[in-house]
């Protein structure tokens, strides 16, 4: 989906879903996907992932769509070990206030 051409992300506002943009969209053969009005598969606590990949992803340029899942990959196996070592901090913490 990443190298197959322009994919223009909708969703109900006003200006996506006008007659003249959907003619322009469809002229240029743009393939239209639509957004939901919220997504229930997202957790609040996903926004702040989303966050952090784009910032430390922007400006960044990859060759090839695989080029792209392994970036992502890399980048996030390099969450994992912070993440455990905080959250075992946290409850031998939680365990010793007890």
Do not use: C
Not at 1 to 22: F, Y
Not at 54 to 76: C, I, T
């Amino acid at each position: 989906m990443l190298s197959h051409g322009t994919v223009l992300l909708r969703d109900n506002a006003r200006p996506h879903s006008a007659s003249v943009t959907q003619n322009l969209s469809q002229q240029f053969g743009w393939e239209k996907f639509d957004h939901p009005p919220y997504s229930p598969d997202l957790a609040s606590s996903d926004y702040r992932l989303f966050w952090n990949l784009k910032r430390d992803f922007g400006g960044r340029r990859f060759d090839s769509d695989d080029d792209a899942k392994n970036g992502v990959q890399r980048w996030l196996s390099s969450l994992v070990a912070p993440f455990l070592k905080e959250s075992i901090d946290k409850l031998v913490s939680a365990m010793t206030n007890i």
